[in-house]
């Protein structure tokens, strides 16, 4: 059973740092791209970060562009997102995707799913507040 759980979210003060983590199970990660996404209530999900297969290049929204950064894990099977700075804008539910084939990174993000191969996550809140 292929199944991709999301964890590491919890309540952060402004400033704060927190880092997610993708894990996979039933399938190999890095055969895979993988992205980060994020829905605030009332608005639509955003692409946050992904990362390709091979040259595992990189895109970032420009709302976390020098804060975040998505990498890969091998021997963990897991992608991360390092968030730093974070601000209360950041509130929101994080998911993680796991697609192929895809385009680019930014093409993924830009798309949210729709791939041949598409896995999801259940989500982590990640809360920003004082």
């Known amino acids: 059973q292929y199944q991709l759980v999301e964890s590491g979210g919890g309540l952060v003060q402004p400033g704060g740092s927190l880092t997610l983590s993708c894990a996979a199970s039933?399938?190999?990660?890095?055969?895979?791209?993988v992205g980060w996404f994020r829905q605030a209530p009332g608005k639509d999900r955003e692409g946050v970060s992904c990362?390709?297969?091979?040259?595992?290049?990189?895109f970032y929204a420009d709302s976390v562009k020098g804060r975040f950064t998505i990498s890969r894990d091998s021997a963990k099977n897991t992608v991360n997102l390092q968030m730093n700075s974070l601000k209360p804008d950041d509130t929101a539910v994080y998911y993680c995707?796991?697609?192929?084939?895809?385009?680019?990174?930014?093409?993924?993000?830009?798309?949210?799913?729709?791939?041949?191969?598409?896995?999801w996550g259940q989500g982590t809140q990640v809360t920003v507040s004082s």
């Open positions: 995707e796991a697609a192929w084939p895809i385009t680019t990174s930014r093409v993924m993000c830009d798309m949210a799913g729709g791939y041949e191969y598409d896995y």
């Open positions: 039933g399938f190999t990660l890095d055969y895979y791209a």
């Open positions: 990362i390709n297969t091979g040259d595992s290049s990189t």
